[in-house]
Each structure stands twice: as structure tokens, then as C-alpha cells.
């Protein structure tokens, strides 16, 4: 029975394991000087709302603020 339940747990979490891999692919730019997210997403967010944008890039790249330091490199959706 132990056996049974072991085998049964081991299929689920190949199941989950394969069915969690994604492949995203980013674009990446970087920050000249000056620039900053409301000046990025004028440029880059094309139809979405660029509030929403930025919050996006900033989860997306860790950021801990929306200052941006020229060469910094961001990986946009």
C-alpha cells in the first residue's frame, strides 16, 4: 500500500513539475542617462496602461524603486 501511495505521489509531481515549465523570452535595454520609467514606458508600453507598466518592470527587474541609474540593464515583456 505504502508503495502504491509512493508511486502515485511520484507521477503528480512529474505532472506538476512538467507542466510548470515556461519559456518567456525578454527584451533588455539600457538606461541612458536621465531616463526613467514614465519616459520608458511612453516609448515602450504601446497600448497598455503606463502605470501598469511600470509596476510591471519594476516586479519584473526587482527593482526597489522606480530610480534608475544610467547602464543599468532592464529586461522588458
Not at 20 to 30: D, H, L, P, R, V
Not at 70 to 74: I, M, P, S, T
Given at each position: 500500500m505504502i508503495m502504491i501511495a509512493g508511486l502515485i505521489f511520484n507521477q503528480s509531481a512529474a505532472a506538476v513539475d512538467q507542466g510548470?515549465?515556461?519559456?518567456?523570452?525578454?527584451?533588455?535595454?539600457?538606461?541612458?542617462p536621465g531616463e526613467s520609467l514614465w519616459q520608458l514606458a511612453e516609448t515602450h508600453a504601446k497600448g497598455q496602461n503606463q502605470q501598469d507598466w511600470v509596476t510591471e518592470i519594476i516586479l519584473l527587474n526587482n527593482l526597489q524603486s522606480a530610480d534608475l541609474v544610467?547602464?543599468?540593464?532592464?529586461a522588458l515583456p
Open positions: 510548470s515549465t515556461q519559456t518567456t523570452a525578454f527584451n533588455y535595454i539600457s538606461v541612458m544610467a547602464g543599468d540593464r532592464l
